[in-house]
């Protein structure tokens, strides 16, 4: 028989609520707002549910800033595999996998940090090179050739 801890792990996991927001909020950081639109539920399912999923170490919050510099909270995923032995009727172990709390950022998030580096190092690549033809343009007799861009 499931220990208390391992009944409350499973009751969760067969919320269909919970489950609906560790998918959504594993392809994505979500809002309260974007959760309820994507569950089809209340605001205040969805907080009792992320209160839930928190409590158990498989939702990660974070403090957002929107353009008008208003800050609300999105919630991602953290749980990433559940694994439950059963033999002779009998529960044997059940394996929860979560992705340490710095790791717990979307690829998305990844990925525009590292176009972000990208542009900012072609910018001070080109600035540089423009900065070199200006020099070379105004004192061309330094330096016989222009400079390779």
Same mark, same amino acid.
Request: glycine fraction near 4%; charged fraction near 25%; proline fraction near 6%.
């Given at each position: +028989?499931?220990?208390?801890?391992?009944?409350?792990l499973?009751?969760?996991?067969?919320?269909?609520y919970? #489950?609906?927001?560790?998918?959504?909020?594993?392809?994505?950081? +979500?809002?309260?707002? !974007?959760?309820?639109?994507?569950?089809? =539920?209340?605001?205040?399912?969805? *907080?009792?549910r992320?209160?839930?999923?928190t409590?158990? !170490?498989? $939702?990660?919050? *974070?403090?957002?800033?929107?353009?008008?510099? %208003?800050?609300?909270?999105?919630?991602?995923? #953290?749980?990433?595999?559940?694994?439950?032995?059963?033999?002779? !009727?009998?529960?044997?172990? $059940? *394996?929860?996998?979560?992705?340490?709390?710095?790791? =717990?950022?979307?690829?998305?998030?990844?990925?525009? !940090? /590292?176009?972000?580096? %990208?542009?900012?190092?072609?910018? =001070?690549?080109?600035?540089?090179? *423009?900065?070199?033809? /200006?020099?070379?343009?105004?004192?061309?007799?330094?330096?016989?050739?222009?400079?390779e861009?």
């Open positions: +028989m499931p220990d208390d801890e391992e009944q409350e499973l009751a969760l996991l067969d919320d269909e919970a #489950r609906h927001i560790l998918i959504a909020a594993s392809e994505e950081p +979500m809002s309260v707002e !974007g959760l309820t639109e994507c569950c089809d =539920a209340s605001p205040p399912t969805i *907080y009792r992320i209160d839930r999923l409590a158990q !170490g498989f $939702l990660d919050e *974070y403090q957002e800033l929107d353009p008008d510099g %208003h800050h609300y909270k999105t919630d991602s995923t #953290r749980l990433e595999r559940v694994a439950i032995e059963i033999a002779d !009727g009998e529960l044997i172990s $059940l *394996y929860v996998d979560s992705l340490p709390t710095a790791l =717990a950022v979307s690829t998305f998030d990844v990925v525009v !940090g /590292l176009v972000v580096l %990208h542009l900012f190092n072609a910018a =001070a690549w080109l600035l540089a090179r *423009y900065t070199d033809l /200006l020099l070379w343009n105004a004192q061309p007799s330094i330096v016989s050739e222009p400079p861009l």
